[in-house]
């Protein structure tokens, strides 16, 4: 049986704003396995990137818990919480968030160096299909190639997830099939599990699961026995 890796109990987040709590998350429940591809689907506002935020470390709960590998990451210190970003976590933006002044190859090994189990930043660029272009400064890469540099660093760190948020919303329909089919076969061969949030509701037969959310609360969660490659999907 597959090992349970993401575990959502009852969590809620509140935003106050002046007079006014906004909220955000309301009693959210829901588990993700090990090695999964898990697409979280919503309208803009649903709360989608609030989970995420909270699954990544960089936001809090206000109440329930979450349980990552078995720990309690809601009860994290700020040191803890720091430390599990940089070492557990692997995150992708819509904007691809590269150091100018550093090549490829460079941004990758910078974020990754630092962590423990962290694998070969030539060889995750090679993975990636930018073998010829690692010694290319972000300005001279186009935006599919900039995103394939921001999955290399995420995936070099070797995390045990990673964190995807909207990371075609700045690409090209082609592209953005592109980056995403380099994802799905990422979660394939090493066997990672990948949580993407996007709003379009066309890919989710790519994933294994997909967790529906409707003004954060979760309004379905639909497991797709057979999954479908991006190559099949048309939008
Ligand atoms: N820092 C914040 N302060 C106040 N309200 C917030 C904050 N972050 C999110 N919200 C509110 O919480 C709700 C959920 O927002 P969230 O960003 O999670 O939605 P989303 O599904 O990711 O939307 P989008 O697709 O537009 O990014 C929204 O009503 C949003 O305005």
């Not at 909220?23 to 993700?32: E, T």
């Not at 309690?72 to 904007?95: H, N, S």
């Not at 995936?155 to 380099?182: F, I, M, Q, R, W």
């Not at 609360?217 to 991006?230: C, G, H, L, R």
Request: charged share 25%; with cysteine.
């Amino acid at each position: 049986m597959k090992k349970k890796l993401i575990e959502f109990e009852n969590v809620t987040k509140e935003y106050k704003m002046g007079d006014m709590t906004i909220k955000a998350l309301d009693g959210v429940d829901f588990s993700i396995y090990e090695g999964e591809l898990v697409v979280i689907l919503g309208a803009s506002g649903a709360g989608k990137s609030t989970i995420l935020n909270i699954l990544g470390g960089m936001d809090t709960v206000t109440s329930g818990e979450v349980f990552v590998n078995g720990n309690a990451i809601t009860k994290y210190d700020e040191k803890k919480l720091t430390v599990f970003r940089a070492e557990d976590v692997g995150f992708v933006f819509q904007f691809y968030n590269l150091i100018p002044n550093l090549t490829a190859l460079e941004n990758v090994e910078f974020a990754s160096e630092v962590c423990k189990n962290h694998l070969n930043a030539n060889e995750i660029l090679g993975e990636v299909g930018l073998d010829e272009r690692k010694d290319n400064f972000p300005s001279q890469l186009s935006g599919g190639e900039q995103q394939r540099v921001a999955i290399a660093r995420a995936v070099t760190k070797n995390p045990l997830l990673l964190l995807c948020d909207e990371p075609t919303g700045a690409l090209d329909y082609k592209t953005g099939k592109s980056v995403l089919k380099l994802l799905q076969d990422l979660n394939k061969e090493i066997q990672k599990c990948i949580v993407l949030i996007t709003h379009n509701a066309a890919i989710a037969p790519i994933a294994d699961r997909v967790i529906k959310v409707k003004s954060g609360k979760i309004e379905e969660v639909k497991t797709n026995d057979v999954t479908q490659s991006i190559e099949e999907i048309e939008w």
